[in-house]
């Protein structure tokens, strides 16, 4: 019994190394794919309240930025012994996302940028293709439609200028940070998952499926020798066929972990979101007909 409890404690040693890699793996790929589910259905249900028409209207990319920094807030803010999270610091910190991206001056410039580009695309188009460009500039009829083009331009930036006000948003962070805590929250119920699924794909199965591969290996080697005659060149195929069917198996039961941790993660964000879409926007009343074949996933 004293030399069982020996080896199981100098093969605890070997392992070690190992199982501390392996954990950390799954902690790495449960940190991953909370970051990018909670990041891709917060980027959703912001979309979803603006075609609602009950939230404000954010250019796509500033969604994608907004939800990715909202999210990593609240996984930075949870490793930490702070306050427990609150719709008010998560405002705040939306806030200072808003501010950061600078997103009213930008909002300023690329309307002005698209304004000046859409004004000389229409100018050019009006001039006559038979003038050269001297000639268009000295032309009564070229004077007459630069000035129609820059009325209509100011025409154009007088109703695009209008000011965001930080007021306007408050409806919607307010919102967006409920949902995206109440997500957080859903979410973070599998961290912790990884040290199950760890256990059972690579430390359990990993082993007794290299068993398993190492017996069958020898046993088709075996096998074939005793059955036939085999050349040199026979003997080194057999090998290599056996060497490479073990990588592929090894190669599937590692991407065995992530896949179970992504699965479980994109349920539970999954199921959330449907489950806030039904319940704000079909069941209020807010979107009173879904038509049909509408996804879910809208």
């Keep these: 019994m004293c030399g069982e409890i020996r080896i199981y404690h100098k093969l605890s040693r070997l392992t070690k190394p190992f199982q501390r890699w392996s954990y ?3 902690r790495h790929f449960t940190q991953y794919y909370l970051k990018y589910f909670m990041t891709k259905y917060t980027a959703k249900f912001i979309r979803k309240r603006a075609k609602a028409g009950v939230g404000y209207v954010f250019r796509d990319k500033e969604v994608k930025t907004l939800a990715g920094g909202i999210v990593e807030y609240m996984l930075k803010h ?3 012994d702070d306050p427990e999270l609150t719709p008010d610091l998560l405002i705040e910190e939306i806030k200072r996302l808003l501010i950061s991206l600078d997103e009213i001056h930008k909002r300023e410039e690329e ?9 000389c695309g229409m100018f050019k188009r009006k001039l006559s293709p038979n003038l050269e460009f001297s000639e268009r500039s000295n032309s009564g009829r070229s004077r007459s439609t630069y000035f129609e083009v820059l009325q209509q331009r100011q025409v154009v930036a007088d109703i695009e200028a ?7 948003l408050i409806p919607t962070l307010k919102a967006v940070s ?15 998952l990884d040290h199950g699924k760890v256990k059972e794909y690579w430390l359990n199965r990993g082993p007794r499926m290299a068993a398993t591969m190492l017996v069958y290996t020898l046993y088709s080697f075996i096998i074939t020798e005793l059955t036939g005659s085999m050349t040199f060149s026979d003997r080194i195929r ?5 060497g490479m069917a073990i990588l592929v198996a090894f190669f599937m039961l590692y991407f065995r972990l992530p896949d179970a941790i992504s699965s479980s993660i994109c349920r539970s964000a999954h199921d959330f979101y449907v489950e806030t ?13 879904r038509r049909r074949g509408d996804s879910f996933d809208d």
């Design 162 to 168: 209008i000011e965001v006000n930080m007021a306007d």
């Design 78 to 80: 949870s490793k930490k």
């Design 238 to 242: 057999t090998v290599l066929i056996a």
């Design 24 to 26: 950390a793996r799954g």
């Design 111 to 119: 309307r002005e940028e698209e304004i000046q580009r859409v004004c």
């Design 178 to 192: 409920n949902y995206a805590l109440s997500l957080h929250k859903c979410c973070i119920k599998n961290v912790g």
């Design 277 to 289: 879409k039904e319940k704000d926007f079909y069941a209020a009343g807010v979107i009173s007909i």
